[in-house]
């Protein structure tokens, strides 16, 4: 077809991939999305102390639209859940979830009628940190876990998650 | 203006006026105490901890992830007892427990725990489990680091819960005769006994012929003469 006939096979797109998925996880802009005691964890994430600045990632966007990583931080509850839904069908693609916290994890130790039992019921998530709250070295080793699994992606899996 | 002075003692006459107004200035207005504040940060070293490159130490009591002790001849603690399983408010651990036999033997006493797990999911790491545990088998480690992409991964069963076996001891089953041959008090003494049993003071398990774990039985005078004297309390 095009170029990369004329290359050996896998250079052209392998180096492709990997400049994508360098450009996309260096970068992750996280959506505010602060749903409990965990946000207060995550505004220190991004305090001078821990300083998410360091990764690229210190905006967190008030507008779904820009961002490109939803921390979903703290317990969400049935209410919540399609306000939720709706945000993350409002950030553009590519997008990543990041359930904080066992509460949204799997309700942790809210196992009542008021809660989702999860936030995967309403998003797909992709990384979970556990505790409660989890401090933010807990958040930022989420973070650098979920950053090494976008670094790792193929497109082939980029297109069957989109 | 000419004070018929050398240019050079202007100069620091200059300088020395510019200091001192700028040191009233700073420390004596309001605006410029406002503005000596950032100034002072500036010479500061940065608070920022470089995380993943040098973490930051925990504090000694840190809450972290669960570990399961072993006794230093290799016999696990945990008797199966399921007092974690009853404490934890979030119903994160799973305890089966089965009975030791003479040829198998896991841990000193009846049972012993054949499937343990903890669900990280759901532990919010309070320790609840750490205090209802009779024998101290489960205590939390300084490890924080578990995010994980599925929540199966966060699932930790009792092989990576379990701590490594201490030098020179080998794993489990043990015999039961290798454990009698080796004479170990498993139960007695102060790691089983808290420390506020008997106002205070602490009477060794082996004391009492009827001692079990973690309970202690008075032989002497009742320790009421000390609380009388207000020993304790």
């Not at chain 2, 700028?22 to 420390?27: A, E, I, R, S, Y």
């Not at chain 2, 940060?41 to 504090?59: C, D, F, G, N």
């Not at chain 2, 009492?208 to 032989?219: D, E, F, I, L, N």
Request: aromatic share 8%.
């Amino acid at each position: 077809m095009g170029l990369e006939t004329k290359l050996p096979s896998g250079i052209l797109l392998t180096n492709l991939e990997r400049f994508v998925n360098y450009s996309r996880s260096t970068s992750l802009w996280p959506a505010t999305f602060g749903l409990a005691c965990c946000a207060i964890e995550m505004m220190a994430a991004g305090g001078p102390r821990h300083d998410m600045a360091r990764f690229g990632m210190e905006v967190f966007r008030a507008s779904p639209r820009q961002a490109d990583l939803m921390i979903v931080a703290g317990r969400v509850s049935n209410k919540m859940a399609p306000v939720l839904r709706r945000i993350y069908d409002q950030m553009s693609e590519p997008k990543w979830v990041l359930s904080m916290g066992v509460c949204a994890t799997s309700g942790g130790m809210f196992n009542n009628y008021a809660l989702v039992q999860g936030v995967d019921h309403v998003v797909p998530v992709d990384m979970y940190v556990p505790g409660c709250p989890p401090r933010p070295e807990m958040l930022l080793d989420g973070i650098l876990k979920l950053r090494a699994k976008i670094a790792g992606e193929t497109f082939a899996e980029q297109g069957a998650r989109a | 203006m000419d004070l018929g002075l050398p240019p050079a003692i202007v100069t620091l006459l200059t300088f020395a006026v510019i200091g001192v107004l700028l040191w009233l200035f700073l420390t004596r207005t309001v605006l410029g105490r406002g503005f000596s504040v950032p100034l002072r940060y500036m010479l500061r070293k940065p608070e920022t901890a470089q995380y993943p490159e040098e973490p930051r130490p925990v504090t000694p009591r840190f809450h972290g992830r669960h570990q399961l002790n072993r006794y230093p001849d290799g016999l696990e603690r945990c008797i199966g007892c399921e007092l974690c399983a009853w404490a934890c408010p979030a119903d994160a651990i799973y305890v089966q427990g089965a009975d030791n036999t003479l040829e198998r033997r896991y841990s000193p006493g009846e049972r012993f725990a054949e499937d343990y797990q903890i669900n990280y999911n759901r532990c919010i790491l309070c320790g609840l489990c750490i205090e209802a545990c009779p024998t101290r088998a489960l205590t939390m480690t300084h490890d924080y680091e578990i995010a994980a992409d599925s929540r199966q991964a966060l699932i930790w069963t009792k092989d990576q819960l379990l701590t490594p076996v201490p030098e020179g001891a080998y794993d489990t089953p043990h015999t039961d005769r290798e454990v009698r041959d080796r004479g170990l008090n498993y139960y007695g003494g102060l790691a089983v006994t808290p420390p506020t049993l008997h106002g205070g003071r602490f009477r060794p398990a082996a004391a009492a012929p009827s001692a079990r774990a973690g309970q202690v039985v008075p032989t002497g005078a009742p320790p009421s003469t000390d609380l009388a004297a207000g020993g304790d309390h």
